[in-house]
Structures are given as C-alpha cells and as structure tokens.
C-alpha cells in the first residue's frame, strides 16, 4: 500500500512539475527522474527483483538508467 | 546413486518469484522497447518542431488516467501473487479481478484515445511523431491486452489449480509481465504526454 501511494504521489508531482517549472532543462530532468524512481520502485517491489538470481536486478536497473539517461539527452540536447 | 534434489541452473525454483525463462523474456523485450525509444528520439531530434505541435495534440490528463490505473493495476496483481503464496484463495480472486478491471479501464481509455484520433483524422501516417505515437501506444497495447487474456486464464483456473506450484509460478510469471507493462508505461507516459506541458 505504502509503495503503490508513492507511486501515484510521485505521478503527481511530475505532472504538476511538467506544468510549473519554468526551467525546461531542469523540468525534463525532474520527471524523467521521477519516472526512473517509479520504475525502481516497481521493480523492486512488485517485480521483487531482489529476490530473483542477482543478475536481473542488475540488468534492470541498468535498463531503467540506460532509458533515462536516454531520454533526458534526447530532450535536452 | 543420483541425487534428485539437484537444482538444474535455469530452472524452475521455487524460492524465486516467477521462472528464468521470463526473467529473459522480459528483458529482451526491455532491449527491443529501448531500440525504439532510442529511434523515436532520433527523429525528434530531427524535426523537433513538428513532434512539438503534434504532442500538443495529445491529452496528458488521459496519459495520466493511464498511469493511475496501470499502477493500481499493479499493485493489485501483486497482492494477488501474494495471497496466494498465503493460501488466501478468496483475496487472491479479488485481487485478480481488480487488476483486470483497471487494465480494462486503460484499454477502454485508449481506445478513447485512439478514436478521437482517427477521428480529427489523424492517423500512423499524418507525420513522424505520430507514427512513433502509434507504434509506440499499440505495441504498448498489445502487450496489455495480451497479458490480459492470461490473467483472465489464471482468474478462471484460480479455484482449480490454486494449490499447485506450477499455477503459482504461472501467476508469478503473469505478474511479473504486468510489471514489466507497467514499467515500460512509467517512461511512455513523460516521454509522449508530460514532456510536451513542459515550457
């Protein structure tokens, strides 16, 4: 219960994030952060990547940075 | 005398949630999704100000509807997978019902979408942008309806099969591709939806 309300906070704040800030760099930084947390979160929670072989927990997050790392260069540059 | 209680690697374990083989599958399928995330932004970084104007037709409180209910969504398979590592057969079904009645609401929410789109005319072939768009949110929405149809499978065989460790390790592996769904959601969602609210 706890994870999933952080979930649907954190989606809040990005969208209200996307609205408000008035630094585009920063405001793509920010929800694209956020969306990587909520990745984790779910991975690590819901997926219970910590509890598979060491390896997928490993390979996923080095998915969810490669996407973000991705997508924040790709809005920014 | 051959030891039976020898573990093959990759195989079945039951102290592991789901199986080897869908850890696999899914990250494949994360690298495939990653292959179009990284075309998608090569193209907007080729024609910027159209992907621009056209994500401007896009409704990021529907992107938002989406996200709520495929969280939720979530969140309810999970307490199913959990249930019935407890035995609560009646909470697990319920749980079940409830992922598959807010993956419903994301499927009827996108076909929403998908009409009003087709309906000002705007189709895979109006620009770039909404060809990724298209692409992108249909492959996205197959992978939801697809797993749909074997959640439905586990909620029908719940009562039957409940008790066996192979129906555990299919919710598991069910579960953990509705995850997975999920997962790919939480970054379509800013980068088709919330970056274009950005000043």
């Known amino acids: 219960m706890r994870i999933w309300l952080a979930l649907l906070g954190l989606t ?13 760099t920063v405001a793509i930084v920010a929800i694209f952060l956020i969306a990587a947390l909520k ?10 990547a910590r509890a598979a072989e060491r390896h997928w927990l490993v390979m996923y997050f080095a998915w969810v940075t490669a996407v973000t790392l991705l997508l924040v260069w790709g809005h920014t540059a | 005398m051959p030891n039976n209680s020898h573990h093959h690697p990759g195989a079945t374990s039951p102290d592991h949630p789901g199986t080897s083989g869908i850890w696999t599958f899914v990250f494949i399928d994360m ?7 990284g075309v998608y932004i090569s193209e907007r970084q080729r024609l910027p100000d159209i992907f621009l104007s056209s994500q401007h037709q896009l409704s990021p409180l529907v992107g938002l509807v989406s996200t709520m209910a495929l969280l939720t969504s979530s969140w309810a398979m999970a307490e199913a997978v959990r249930a019935l590592r407890e035995n609560k057969i009646a909470r697990a079904g319920c749980a079940l019902n409830w992922a598959l009645a807010l993956g419903a609401v994301f499927i009827v929410n996108k076909l929403f979408e998908y009409g009003g789109k ?5 189709t895979p072939l109006t620009n770039g942008f909404f060809t990724f768009y298209f692409l992108i949110t249909g492959l996205h929405f197959l992978h939801v309806t697809g797993t749909m149809i074997f959640m439905t499978h586990c909620r029908v065989r719940l009562g039957v099969e409940a ?3 192979t129906y555990r390790k299919k919710l598991e592996n069910v579960g953990l591709f509705w995850h997975f769904v999920d997962v790919l959601w939480l970054f379509i969602f800013p980068m088709l939806y919330l970056t274009e609210l950005v000043g």
């Open chain 1, 12 to 24: 809040g704040v990005s969208f209200l994030l996307a609205e408000q800030l008035a630094v585009r």
């Open chain 2, 118 to 122: 087709f309906g000002h005319g705007i």
């Open chain 1, 39 to 48: 990745a984790e979160f779910v991975i690590e929670h819901y997926m219970e």
């Open chain 2, 31 to 37: 690298v495939i999704f990653f292959l179009f995330f």
């Open chain 2, 163 to 165: 008790g066996a460790l």
